[in-house]
């Protein structure tokens, strides 16, 4: 006898970049792993959206357009430093965790989804993902920098700041305000800007905060971790309900 299947209509399909773990850093596993913090996929389903982790491995561009071409939107996840290598400099020695085939991934990813119109949130490493996929760099260590407000840090911890938001953004209309509270933990920031990206977010100390890829219907990117908050703050659980209400247009047009 078969198993009986929920008949009911398709929730929206969003890809979630997942990330490799060493078997050594994994209590009790036996296996290198792969895995995404919980916080990102229940932002999707509390949004009535369905999740899929991907697996990181190099791709070519036909390859990535082919795989996202399952799917309705796509969530770039946070996670460790980008190979500064693959912006045209040398490494700071505070960089960490760095993985290049998922480097390599996540950028055909986004530059693949950025030709299709596909709907994008990118998540502090995410953001940084879309920047460097436009073309842009990154400042390596930006918390010896005079004047910089707390913003976390990746090894010690998260802060909550204000995040300013350009009134005419896209995403200052997602969130339903143009300042708002933000759970923050990087140690880098968007230096010289990707092709076809606006900043549409600052700190009070002036750092970016939020981007915009100009032209396209909602590809955004914002440095601060909406997960961490999302379940007690609507402001930022908004972030995932409109990446999925993007994804379901997408599905129906």
Known sequence: MGVARHAGPMLPLLAVTGRHIDQERVRAYRADALIVPRGYVDGIRRAGG???????????AEEAAGLLSRFDG?????GGDLNPARYGQDRHPTVYGVDD?????EMALARAA?????????????????NVALGGTLEQHILDRPGL???????QGAVLHAVGLDPASRLAATIGTDRTMCSSHHH???DR????????GHSDDGLPEAVEVEGAPWIVGVQWHPEDTAAANPEQQRLFDTLVAEAAGARRS
């Open 114 to 130: 950025i030709e299709a119109e596909m709907p994008v949130l990118g998540i502090c490493r995410g953001m940084q993902i879309l």
């Open 50 to 60: 369905e999740a899929a982790v991907l697996l990181p491995l190099e791709l070519s």
């Open 149 to 155: 407000l707390p913003h976390g840090d990746p090894t």
């Open 188 to 190: 880098q920031a968007v």
């Open 101 to 105: 085939e998922r480097d390599g991934f």
């Open 74 to 78: 796509l969530l770039l996840t946070g």
């Open 193 to 200: 800007l990707g092709d076809g990206l606006r900043i549409v």
